[in-house]
């Protein structure tokens, strides 16, 4: 585990940034780091308080998770979003992510279009992903789980038509609509940047083909710039210069006295968030133990191309506190051990 205590945490991370890891030069990387929230805020007082910890712990962004029906409550999210934009108007928001495929796509484009308008240009970041964990959902929609992930590519297509087209003729697989307007158009010119969730090799060139950026979970720091490598090896193939491409990535956390401690935590608040055993995934995947194992753990990420990072606090309890302990404790750790945050200063 990297030793982030002192000020060995600046050589530590600089070498980690110069690395061994595969890198594409296809992938522009952002010069700054942003770290995210993910909102769990079931009604509007949890709302008000959670936004004013999140903000005031220093975070860039807020993200909420989208499930039509999960193992327990989740709201929607583009709504969710929505209200706490209006209580907020400095954070950049993002769907952490969104099931395009259980959705029409014209109504999913007026949504988010809305979205986008009501928070301002520049201020939501649409991840989508394909899910199908829970086939039950799938049913719920009237949606044949197997046909997600070409659901999710067509819609894509007719997303970014409908949001840039006066007006739009589409014949495809799975949707077909003859001269459709939808209108206002997003604020953000050529609508929202749609960051493409998922780890498998199919979300990852659904990211190089169609997305703005990437936003993976449960994956090793390896595997993620393993990633974004075939990423922009994909982009090029297609012919697209990306002049702009978040690399982002989600993560589990949990602060404790120590990683073992933290293990417990996270291992029996995912596993019955997900309604399985997550005593490896946790382990392997997540961020846990002081904030100097966060931070390390941070590190790796930072090291293979992630500059964004949407943290959720694996917790039963004391989400709130985790979120500021990892503000105060842990995000001005890593921020003063990158190369892009020191040379601002």
Same mark, same amino acid.
């Given at each position: !585990?990297?030793?982030? *205590?002192? &000020?060995?945490?600046?050589?530590?991370?600089?070498?980690?940034?110069?690395?061994?890891?595969p !890198?594409?030069?296809?992938?522009?990387?952002?010069?700054?780091?942003?770290?995210g $929230?993910?909102?769990? $805020?079931?009604?509007?007082e949890?709302?008000?308080?959670?936004?004013? #910890?999140?903000a005031?712990?220093?975070?860039d962004?807020?993200?909420?998770?989208? +499930?039509?029906?999960?193992?327990?409550?989740?709201?929607?999210? %583009?709504?969710?979003?929505?209200?706490?934009?209006?209580?907020?108007? +400095?954070?950049?928001f993002?769907?952490?992510?969104?099931?395009?495929?259980?959705?029409?796509?014209?109504a999913?484009?007026?949504?988010?279009? /809305?979205?986008?308008?009501?928070?301002?240009? *520049?201020?939501?970041?649409?991840?989508?992903?394909?899910?199908?964990e829970?086939?039950?959902?799938?049913?719920?929609?009237?949606?044949? &789980?197997?046909?997600? *992930?070409?659901?999710?590519?067509?819609?894509?297509?007719?997303?970014?038509?409908?949001?840039?087209?006066?007006?739009?003729?589409? @014949?495809?697989?799975?949707?077909?609509?003859?001269?459709v307007?939808v209108?206002?158009? =997003?604020?953000?010119?050529?609508? =929202?940047?749609?960051?493409?969730?998922?780890?498998?090799?199919?979300?990852?060139?659904?990211?190089?083909?169609?997305?703005?950026?990437?936003?993976?979970?449960?994956?090793?720091?390896?595997?993620?710039?393993e990633?974004?490598?075939?990423?922009?090896r994909?982009?090029?193939?297609?012919?697209?210069? %990306?002049? #702009?491409?978040?690399?982002?990535?989600? %993560?589990?956390?949990?602060?404790?006295?120590?990683?073992?401690?933290?293990?417990?935590?996270?291992?029996?608040?995912?596993?019955?968030?997900?309604?399985?055993?997550? /005593?490896?995934p946790?382990? @392997?995947?997540?961020?846990l133990?002081?904030?100097?194992d966060?931070?390390?753990?941070? $590190?790796?990420y930072?090291?293979?191309?992630?500059?964004?990072?949407?943290?959720?606090?694996? &917790?039963?309890?004391?989400?709130?506190?985790?979120?500021?302990?990892?503000?105060?404790?842990?995000?001005?750790?890593?921020? $003063?051990?990158?190369? *892009?945050?020191?040379?601002?200063?």
């Amino acid at each position: !585990m990297v030793d982030f *205590g002192g &000020v060995s945490a600046i050589p530590v991370l600089d070498e980690l940034v110069n690395g061994d890891f595969p !890198m594409s030069d296809a992938i522009p990387l952002a010069p700054r780091l942003r770290f995210g $929230a993910q909102a769990w $805020a079931f009604d509007g007082e949890r709302a008000r308080r959670t936004i004013k #910890r999140i903000a005031e712990a220093g975070f860039d962004s807020v993200w909420a998770g989208d +499930h039509v029906s999960f193992t327990g409550p989740v709201n929607d999210p %583009l709504i969710e979003i929505a209200f706490l934009g209006a209580l907020e108007s +400095h954070l950049l928001f993002g769907t952490g992510v969104y099931l395009l495929a259980l959705r029409a796509p014209a109504a999913t484009a007026k949504m988010v279009a /809305t979205v986008d308008r009501m928070l301002g240009a *520049g201020r939501f970041i649409f991840g989508v992903g394909v899910g199908g964990e829970f086939p039950r959902e799938w049913q719920a929609c009237g949606v044949p &789980v197997a046909e997600r *992930g070409g659901r999710t590519n067509e819609a894509l297509e007719i997303i970014k038509r409908l949001w840039t087209e006066p007006r739009v003729t589409h @014949r495809g697989r799975y949707y077909s609509f003859e001269d459709v307007a939808v209108e206002p158009h =997003p604020a953000t010119v050529g609508g =929202p940047p749609i960051w493409i969730g998922g780890r498998a090799e199919a979300a990852q060139r659904r990211a190089a083909r169609l997305g703005d950026g990437w936003v993976p979970y449960v994956i090793t720091a390896k595997r993620y710039a393993e990633g974004l490598d075939f990423i922009g090896r994909e982009a090029e193939r297609a012919g697209r210069r %990306l002049e #702009r491409f978040g690399t982002g990535v989600f %993560l589990f956390f949990t602060l404790a006295e120590n990683h073992e401690r933290a293990h417990q935590i996270a291992t029996a608040s995912l596993s019955r968030r997900y309604a399985m055993d997550f /005593t490896e995934p946790a382990r @392997r995947y997540g961020a846990l133990g002081t904030p100097a194992d966060v931070a390390a753990k941070i $590190a790796e990420y930072v090291a293979a191309g992630a500059r964004d990072f949407v943290l959720d606090a694996a &917790v039963d309890s004391g989400r709130e506190e985790q979120l500021e302990r990892i503000g105060r404790e842990v995000i001005p750790l890593v921020r $003063a051990s990158f190369p *892009g945050e020191r040379s601002s200063d």
